[in-house]
């Protein structure tokens, strides 16, 4: 029965402002097929035989634990190891040269934050702390703080168990596989090496919130904002930008649209922008 049903349009736009109002992510109306499908497995895992009825207990608050559960099934989303290769190579090399310098001169103490904002998987996160392992030599007795957050718990489980199929390796050379993973006993996932796990840290974070905590010196947004209206852009934005330590960077996707939102930054190329000192 499941398999031959899809949701109204009437359904799908009840769905649509729920989850606008609970993540800022607004889904576009060629989604009915996506979201029909998504919202189905939670269906059949509940017993629940109709969308309306599904739709009451959700937004009721009558199942214990099912905001979480459908937020991850509607906003989970797949990346893998140095995606945009460039922004790895810009945050290895004349990044950490500069922050190197200034802290050698005084102008910085001997301390990096790291905020991977909608990490998704970790992917992105565990390339930074690659990228750092790679430094350790010029790193010595350095303070580091590497922190991924995500709106979805079941991607943040996935974050912290740090076992990967082989697809998402695919730009990771040989001699880092070799040193960063192994393989498991089926030979069909790769598991990050501890030391390199215990560098980061996870936790649920929504972006249409502020971030407690210190600022940090680097933020990397990518490839989530393309999910947002305008307002929801706004918000994210203006917390973003919060988060992030007058002389630190911003680094932000090809497509996630937000260029225009910038104005206060220092633009240091197409994807990297700097927060005044001042």
Same mark, same amino acid.
Request: proline share 4%.
């Given at each position: ?8 349009? %009437? ?23 996506? *979201? ?7 269906? @059949? ?5 109709? +969308? ?15 905001? =979480?559960?459908?937020?991850?099934? &509607? ?5 893998? +190891? ?28 001997? #301390?990096? $934050? ?8 970790? %992917? ?9 392992? %790679?430094? !350790?030599? @010029? ?6 703080? /590497? ?7 079941? !991607? ?9 199929? $082989? $697809?998402?390796? =695919?730009?990771?050379?040989? %001699? ?15 598991? /990050? ?14 972006? /249409? ?11 990397? &947004?990518?490839? &989530?904002?393309?999910? +947002?209206?305008?307002? #929801?852009? @706004?918000?994210?934005?203006?917390? *973003? ?7 630190? +960077? *911003? ?17 240091? #190329?197409?994807? &990297? ?6």
């Amino acid at each position: 029965m499941w398999e031959l049903t899809k949701l109204t349009p %009437e359904q799908f736009s009840r769905f649509r402002d729920f989850i606008y109002a609970e993540t800022g992510i607004r889904m576009q109306d060629g989604k009915i097929t996506l *979201l029909s499908n998504r919202i189905r497995r939670r269906l @059949k895992n509940l017993g629940i035989e109709s +969308f309306d009825d599904y739709y009451t207990r959700l937004t009721t608050g009558t199942l214990p634990n099912e905001l =979480e559960q459908f937020i991850d099934a &509607v906003t989970t989303n797949e990346t893998h +190891f140095f995606r945009h290769g460039t922004h790895f190579e810009w945050f290895a090399g004349p990044f950490l040269d500069d922050l190197i310098a200034r802290a050698r001169t005084g102008r910085h103490d001997r #301390s990096l $934050r790291v905020w991977s904002a909608a990490c998704s998987s970790g %992917e992105e996160l565990y390339t930074l702390a690659i990228c750092l392992a %790679e430094a !350790a030599a @010029k790193l010595g007795g350095w303070n580091i703080s /590497l922190l991924g957050t995500d709106i979805s718990e079941t !991607a943040l489980a996935a974050a912290r168990e740090a076992r990967y199929p $082989r $697809r998402s390796l =695919e730009h990771v050379s040989p %001699e880092r596989l070799r040193r960063y993973f192994r393989a498991d006993a089926s030979g069909e996932h790769w598991l /990050l090496r501890p030391q390199l796990r215990e560098l980061c840290e996870f936790r649920r974070h929504n972006l /249409l919130a502020p971030l407690p905590g210190p600022r940090h010196d680097v933020v990397v &947004v990518r490839n &989530v904002m393309i999910y +947002f209206d305008r307002e #929801s852009k @706004k918000t994210a934005v203006r917390n *973003l930008l919060s988060a992030l330590a007058p002389g630190g +960077f *911003l680094v932000v996707g090809p497509a996630d649209g937000i260029f225009d939102l910038l104005d206060g930054l220092e633009k240091q #190329s197409t994807f &990297v922008y700097r927060k005044p000192e001042a």
